[in-house]
């Protein structure tokens, strides 16, 4: 049962988030990137804007309302979104992007699917469901190019690990790029070329070397798949 203080706080992220006349669609997008890297324009594609208003702009899309909500920094910005969100009658929320990504072939807006993880230490490991990362499978990734249509927007591939939302602010970022981010592995194929690169506080070898390979966790799973349809939850970066 729901608290009188629990819907004040409701509504005071409520009114933070959204402005009371906006009407939200069943289906919402939420960029799951830097939010100073955020770029709006890297959306027009999808079709135009018909309001917006706070955090989501709404656009329509073959005759369907989407909206597109702005970067909410760290997981608890995310999950006040969300729950916001189906208050407001949203059905389905979807997390697209990257987040962190120093490459500068990335931009916003771009799917990244991620197949396998370099952490913090420079071990490569595959992340299992529960952990910080679900590794991508072949089918997601198919699924994702068929749906996309556009699929120099679709990159996957090894990525590194921060594991710190709250600490890819604008300024790690800077320091990231000046450093040089080591290499975590080439895209997929049906990608554009190029290599993906997240933020890391501290390079741990040569640019452009390759991770050393790591035990793996589970003796069924090769290296790049993930077991089963899994999608890339959680955050990159």
């Excluded at 990504?101 to 799917?111: E, F």
């Amino acid at each position: 049962m729901t608290t009188p203080w629990e819907t004040r706080i409701a509504d005071i992220v409520d009114g933070w988030l959204f402005d009371e006349k906006i009407e939200l669609p069943e289906v919402l997008l939420v960029p799951l990137e830097n939010p100073h890297l955020f770029d709006a324009g890297g959306w027009a594609a999808l079709g135009p804007v018909r309001a917006s208003s706070g955090v989501v702009a709404v656009h329509e899309y073959q005759g369907t309302r989407v909206g597109v909500a702005k970067p909410v920094l760290g997981a608890a910005g995310c999950a006040m979104l969300v729950d916001a969100a189906s208050r407001r009658g949203v059905r389905t929320v979807l997390g697209v992007g990257y987040c962190g990504g120093t490459h500068p072939t990335l931009r916003s807006g771009d799917v990244v699917a991620a197949t396998s993880a370099v952490t913090g230490d420079g071990v490569s490991a595959l992340y299992q469901p529960g952990q910080d990362l679900v590794p991508a499978s072949e089918r997601l990734i198919t699924a994702l190019g068929t749906l996309n249509g556009d699929r120099s927007r679709l990159r996957t591939g090894p990525v590194h690990s921060v594991g710190a939302v709250h600490l890819e602010t604008q300024s790690l970022v800077d320091d990231c790029a000046a450093a040089g981010a080591a290499s975590a592995g080439d895209p997929h194929p049906s990608a554009r070329p190029g290599r993906l690169r997240t933020a890391r506080r501290r390079r741990r070898g040569a640019a452009g070397r390759r991770p050393r390979t790591g035990r793996r966790q589970d003796r069924g799973t090769t290296p790049g798949a993930g077991p089963g349809p899994a999608a890339a939850a959680g955050r990159l970066g």
